[in-house]
């Protein structure tokens, strides 16, 4: 517990010098002062400040110990996205399938696919339950379940949610490959060909690809990068509109980070209540949150039972393993079909597996580990965002995931610049793929799924110094 000690302490000093409590150039308390009134050692003090010295927080001085390091002012949000006021057809596929391409090449820094790496999620318990429960009852497991998965895994779930929403069952759960799957079936259960699904802007490009492949339209909704949808704008396409469906992040929308508060979500609900428009919610990052307690999802906080819930392990702790599920109430009959039809059932020994996993309590223990991690990523991207990158730069300033949401000037061209961040060994991801109506030309998305290392700060020291570069030409 020690270790975890320290990056809370580290936490706590941040949260100070954010406030203002600890200004720039001021002296930090003392090791000794620190460790009593913390009650924490003296070494775990230490390398508390050790670890922000490394964040640029702290500086270490000879004989005199640690001070507040000056730092630039913080840099703005994004500002409000301004989406067209209609729906649109949805074309994004092949932008997509070449940015994937990009994405997968481990020659590049990766800073474009939202995909933690192997060697941070370090899901070894997990792959020694998969190996020990093929050895013992592989032969049992080479079989098909049920549509639904795996009875076990299922109840698992169900024990994890009773933490932060209403009691669900097993027969409640659909085992998905994957959220986006999850989210295909919920599609298809309450929508038809030519129907309109109201998004955020920007949103998820793999949903974009999602409502492409089921030839459904995108209204995309101005969206805030802190809190969220504008509740004005969806009561409007509400009363003129026909509207299949509502498809919002729980929290932590990908690409913003934004997260909506409980009064908001509430508001919500009650919108799509009075025009009996069911909700769909991706809640694939609610498990990665900073704070305190893990935000509620819609679902939660819906008496009439009018949300589809998808989620999956995927960012978590296991992607390569594609488990992923689905809580899709009334709907439920629809979603069966769907999935007998197009899988019939995922893979069995995954989910005998994984359900090991969550009934041993490890993967709460992995969690708190990778959400410091997570922390300290965002953390560290952030400042050298603002180290290395163009004065008028807007950062997102999410409370969880791994994502990061940037917007330059508008003579920026992030498609441009994307083209010339792979001649330098550099992926990440241009705004345009996040919306419909090919909006955000001057935004990217930087992911923070990496561990923090000297090649991934050199790749962002390049792609600030391109950034800067495409200013300057543009006289601006």
Request: aromatic share 8%; proline share 6%; glycine share 8%.
């Amino acid at each position: 517990m020690e270790a975890y000690r320290y990056e809370e302490l580290a936490l706590f000093i941040t949260a100070l010098v954010d406030g203002g409590t600890l200004l720039p150039g001021a002296r930090a308390p003392s090791l000794r002062e620190i460790s009593r009134d913390r009650k924490v050692s003296m070494a775990t003090a230490l390398q508390a400040y050790r670890l922000l010295e490394d964040r640029g927080v702290l500086q270490a001085r000879a004989q005199s110990g640690f001070y507040i390091a000056q730092r630039p002012p913080p840099r703005k949000a994004p500002s409000m996205s301004r989406p067209p006021a209609r729906a649109s057809d949805v074309s994004v596929s092949d932008v997509i399938v070449k940015l994937l391409e990009h994405a997968s090449d481990s020659d590049l820094v990766p800073l474009g696919c939202a995909v933690p790496s192997a060697d941070l999620l370090c899901a070894g318990r997990l792959d020694r339950l998969l190996a020990r429960t093929a050895r013992e009852k592989g032969a049992v497991y080479n079989t098909y379940t049920g549509p639904q998965g795996d009875v076990r895994l299922r109840r698992e779930i169900a024990r994890r949610a009773l933490r932060w929403g209403p009691a669900i069952s097993p027969p409640d759960l659909v085992v998905t490959v994957g959220c986006t799957e999850a989210l295909v079936l919920a599609l298809r259960a309450v929508a038809r060909p030519g129907d309109t699904i109201v998004i955020e802007s920007p949103t998820y490009f793999g949903l974009l690809h999602a409502l492409e492949a089921l030839e459904l339209k995108a209204f995309e909704l101005p969206t805030d990068a802190t809190e969220g949808i504008d509740l004005n704008a969806l009561q409007r396409v509400l009363a003129t509109r026909r509207v299949a469906a509502c498809l919002f992040s729980s929290s932590f929308n990908n690409p913003l980070g934004c997260t909506m508060p409980d009064a908001k979500k509430l508001a919500v609900l009650d919108l799509l209540a009075r025009h009996d428009v069911p909700l769909i919610e991706d809640d694939i990052y609610g498990d990665i949150y900073f704070g305190s307690e893990r935000p509620r999802p819609f679902m939660a906080l819906d008496p009439r039972g009018n949300t589809i819930y998808c989620s999956s392990f995927s960012k978590t702790v296991a992607p390569g393993y594609r488990i992923g599920w689905i809580v899709a109430g009334r709907h439920l009959p629809r979603v069966l079909e769907a999935k007998t039809a197009f899988t019939l059932c995922g893979s069995v020994l995954p989910q005998a597996a994984f359900a090991e996993f969550l009934g041993s309590g490890a993967y709460d223990q992995h969690l708190r580990r990778i959400r410091r991690m997570f922390a300290d990523n965002i953390e560290r991207m952030t400042r050298a965002i603002d180290k290395y990158f163009p004065s008028g730069t807007r950062v997102s300033r999410p409370s969880g995931g791994f994502v990061l949401w940037l917007e330059f000037p508008s003579v920026i061209k992030t498609r441009e610049l994307f083209k010339k961040a792979l001649d330098q060994g550099i992926c990440f991801a241009p705004g345009e793929v996040f919306s419909a109506s090919g909006r955000f030309a001057n935004c990217l998305r930087i992911s923070c799924g990496h561990s923090w290392d000297a090649r991934i700060e050199r790749g962002v020291a390049r792609l600030g110094a391109l950034a800067a570069d495409a200013l300057a030409k543009s006289g601006k």
